[in-house]
């Protein structure tokens, strides 16, 4: 799936609109296989992500659980170290 879709529910503060909306168009671009849609496809495309992120936002804002929220702040730091720890910084050179 896109990595660059986010887990969005169960978050402190909720999902926006425009985070949902977001994860919605890399949802049809992966599907699509298309980062823009030609003209042609152009207003199908749209309907998608207007059609995908009405569904998500419903999923997203009326699903329930006993979990106490994350805290983005937190979340964030943590996908940083995996992605240090992944992909790790080669040294800086050192200066003569």
């Given at each position: 799936?896109?990595r660059?879709?986010?887990?969005?529910?169960?978050?402190?503060?909720?999902?926006?609109?425009?985070?949902?909306?977001?994860?919605?168009?890399?949802?049809?671009?992966?599907?699509?296989?298309?980062?823009?849609?030609?003209?042609?496809?152009?207003?199908?495309?749209?309907?998608?992500?207007?059609?995908?992120?009405?569904?998500?936002?419903?999923?997203?804002?009326?699903?329930?659980?006993?979990?106490?929220?994350?805290?983005?702040?937190?979340?964030?730091?943590?996908?940083?170290?995996?992605?240090?720890?992944?992909?790790?910084?080669?040294?800086?050179?050192?200066?003569?």
């Amino acid at each position: 799936m896109c990595r660059s879709i986010k887990t969005l529910f169960n978050f402190e503060p909720p999902a926006t609109d425009d985070e949902i909306r977001a994860a919605s168009l890399q949802f049809v671009r992966k599907l699509s296989g298309f980062t823009a849609p030609s003209k042609s496809n152009e207003r199908e495309f749209n309907r998608a992500v207007e059609d995908i992120f009405t569904v998500a936002h419903r999923l997203v804002h009326n699903m329930t659980t006993t979990a106490e929220p994350r805290d983005r702040i937190v979340e964030a730091k943590k996908a940083k170290q995996r992605s240090l720890m992944r992909f790790p910084r080669p040294p800086a050179p050192r200066s003569a």
